[in-house]
């Protein structure tokens, strides 16, 4: 018999939801308290909080690369932040699910990584919408499952409170937000949400300077490991050297990519494009990505290829079109910086470079908006593309664009793809968001993870409206019957003779006595 008693407790333990109960031996019920009912919906809530910040932390990894060059330009040391950040705010939900001394400095520190997002990195805003937008349907059955489990301490609050005020309150809140989760797929429009047989052609891959998760950035290996993982554009970044070679070089210093701090330890901090190409030469473009591991992939290399790596030197432009000639695929890039006085003489130098490379004209994306216009004078055939959305007053619209998977909504990436405009969408690396875009339309994204793209042959998912909207009234209904049943069978252990005892014994005492029967 106590064998049962003590199953019976158990259950009534969780049908309250994790409450903070104590065990009343005199009585052998479990005793809470307002303050504990209290407390469980505080907990709740700052669980909801945090897990939204990690939910929100996951979505920033496809970009992190670029926060994690932010930190490196500000201090000057590489660390890969995304896990820093994912175990921090794993150990924090842990944390406030366990301890509720920690609630509220977890409160405190996932408001400021918020407002900190806002004030540093506020295009992940845009980021978490197309996520949202992308896992609408699966987020919406979670939340529905959640809200309606929550309906046991919900009505237990309800039938336990005295005050009428706070009775109705409590009511009106949680039906509320039942009934906004019931109609939130009104406003769902995920682009996946299609029939088969009406999916865009997957996008094209364009290797973003090369394949760095696989080889280092801007570098001959980089660009063969991107040309063998399917990419059919290289895309990369342009310096021009104080002898007049133009170079590839993200940044406008040497310091993360190289090991310029060894070789001329006194010239540093100078920018590239202050060294000639003999200097250039000299320094070691490979081995800091074995050193600082910029990603993840970056220690699963093969011995070979750690080799390779490590032998890497600075690429010139002529190297790099030469490569993209013999395998009959395009170069995109942008001409760096911008704000050179002389900028028209890098834009000369460049195109000069081409020209006498041999390439086709037709392989070369011209980016860089300085000059264009003289540009496309000179050089006719090369392919435009522009880094902005085409403009109401403009009249010649653009017929190829590269923009910020955040600056365009999946509505206009499909109006771009009806009108015949070309949408290259950058940085893209997840393959959530590779699916949403390729669901929506896009016609090549710029990646990182070329090798991880490559190998998607469909989206991660694929429903058609009509099925999703069974779904989604079964969902409902099942839901409504369960919270409906939830509040009447407590309506009735509420409505039964109270046993002798504090008032705050009286619902687990009702509950205990219904599962000793």
């Avoid at 950040?85 to 400095?105: E, F, K, N, R």
């Avoid at 006498?356 to 000059?371: H, R």
Wanted: one cysteine or more; charged letters at 15%; hydrophobic letters at 45%.
């Amino acid at each position: 018999m106590a064998k049962d008693e003590g199953c019976c407790n158990l259950c009534a333990t969780c049908l309250l939801c994790f409450y903070t109960c104590r065990w009343n031996r005199n009585k052998k019920v479990l005793v809470t308290s307002k303050c504990d009912c209290a407390w469980f919906f505080f907990l709740f809530f700052v669980c909801l909080f945090t897990l939204a910040w990690l939910y929100f932390a996951l979505v920033t990894l496809n970009d992190f690369h670029n926060f994690n060059e932010f930190i490196f330009h500000k201090t000057k040391w590489w660390l890969d932040w995304s896990v820093v950040m994912i175990s921090a705010t794993a150990t924090l939900v842990t944390y406030s699910s366990l301890l509720l001394g920690l609630l509220v400095l977890t409160a405190l520190l996932v408001a400021a990584a918020f407002v900190g997002l806002d004030i540093q990195w506020s295009e992940q805003w845009e980021s978490a919408r197309i996520s949202l937008q992308a896992l609408g349907p699966f987020l919406h059955i979670g939340a529905v499952v959640g809200m309606t489990f929550l309906a046991w301490p919900v009505a237990s609050c309800f039938y336990r409170t005295s005050h009428t005020a706070l009775k109705i309150l409590l009511l009106l809140v949680y039906l509320g937000c039942v009934l906004a989760l019931y109609l939130a797929p009104l406003g769902i429009d995920s682009p996946c949400l299609l029939e088969p047989s009406q999916l865009p052609p997957k996008p094209a891959l364009f290797g973003h300077r090369g394949a760095p998760m696989l080889a280092p950035e801007n570098t001959l290996m980089s660009f063969q490991k991107a040309i063998h993982c399917g990419a059919s554009v290289l895309e990369t970044d342009v310096l021009v050297s104080a002898d007049n070679v133009p170079f590839l070089m993200h940044d406008e210093k040497l310091t993360r990519t190289t090991n310029v701090q060894k070789i001329f330890p006194e010239r540093a901090q100078a920018n590239a494009t202050s060294f000639n190409w003999m200097e250039l030469q000299q320094l070691d473009a490979g081995s800091w990505f074995l050193q600082k591991r910029p990603f993840p992939t970056a220690s699963g290399l093969s011995s070979g290829d750690r080799a390779l790596a490590g032998a890497q030197r600075v690429l010139s432009l002529k190297w790099l079109l030469t490569e993209a000639k013999k395998h009959n695929v395009s170069i995109m890039f942008d001409l760096r910086p911008e704000d050179d006085p002389q900028y028209e003489r890098l834009v000369n130098i460049t195109v000069e470079t081409i020209l006498q490379s041999g390439i086709a004209p037709e392989q070369i994306l011209w980016l860089p908006d300085g000059f264009r216009e003289q540009v496309k004078q000179q050089v006719p055939r090369f392919r435009q593309i522009y880094g902005r959305k085409r403009l109401s007053n403009e009249t010649e619209e653009p017929l190829r664009v590269n923009l910020p998977y955040q600056n365009l909504s999946s509505a206009e990436i499909r109006e771009y793809r009806r009108d015949n405009i070309s949408v290259n969408l950058y940085v893209v690396n997840a393959p959530w968001l590779f699916s949403v875009l390729w669901c929506a339309g896009a016609s090549s994204v710029t990646t990182n993870a070329c090798q991880v793209l490559q190998r998607m042959e469909r989206p991660l998912w694929l429903l058609p409206r009509a099925t999703y909207q069974m779904i989604w009234i079964v969902t409902d209904c099942v839901s409504f019957l369960m919270i409906a049943w939830a509040f009447l069978l407590l309506k009735r252990w509420s409505r039964r003779k109270e046993p002798a005892g504090s008032d705050s014994d009286v619902l687990l005492t009702k509950i205990h006595s219904l599962l000793s029967e």
